[in-house]
């Protein structure tokens, strides 16, 4: 066994960060930590742009599909934010508009992405459920990509269903949460039934096996002490909601 300590600050990011109205961005993300999505000028965390780039070029959707919105910096919400209160009124800005720092587009990990016809509406973008829509949703699944903002599960995730709006969870997380039909808050809910100390998640998805478990962060300082198998590639993601995830290859 090994022994790994993180910081607050390492653990406000990853690919399992819930961002909502209840659990606001931790902190903002450095502009070292985001690259254009396919040379664009929508900017995406580095390894979902990179993942995002594999399934764009999977499904050879390059001309079909445009991106609408990637990373946001806090100004930029602010601004989306007030434009639309002006233009929409208030009861379809609350409905589709996350609060300034409670936009999962300020991590970087989320892309709003349309059907490649004119005109395309920045806020509601089109996105059918057919066609190469229909697979890129089909495939999204197997490279870590969730539909954020289900239909159904609006009193959970505060938001209105957005079939536009994608965001990178990784692997299994992914397969796991359409498995079970969780959103990103039912998830990270779920993963508290297997703390460090107790059970853990064994799953085996896409013919690999993982071992999934959470453990909080000290209260005092936000950090956290992991005990891991030293032979095993693991990933540690943040949740801000005061746990990391731990996710073992076995
Ligand atoms: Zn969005």
Known sequence: MKTLTLTRQELNRGSLILVNERYPLPESVAPERLTPFFGSGV??????????????TALGCGA?????????TLEEQKQIYAS???????AFTRKYVALPDCSEHQTGLAIDLALNREP????????PDEGICARFREKMIS?????RYPEGKENITGIAAEPWHFRYVGLPH????????FCLEEY?????????DGRHLEIRIQ??????FYQKTNESDGSVTLSLPSSLPFQVSGTNTGSCVVTLWR
């Open 43 to 56: 900017l995406l965390e580095r390894r979902t742009a990179l993942v995002l780039e594999n399934l764009f």
């Open 143 to 147: 490279y870590g990509f969730i539909q």
């Open 207 to 212: 013919n690999k096996n993982f071992e999934i």
């Open 84 to 90: 639309s209160l002006a233009e929409n009124g208030e």
């Open 188 to 196: 990270i809910d779920y993963l508290h039934l297997f703390p460090a």
């Open 120 to 127: 395309v509406d920045f806020i509601r973008p089109c996105f």
């Open 174 to 181: 992914a397969a796991i949460m359409q498995q079970h039909g």
């Open 64 to 72: 079909s599909l445009i991106s609408v919105s990637g990373y946001r």
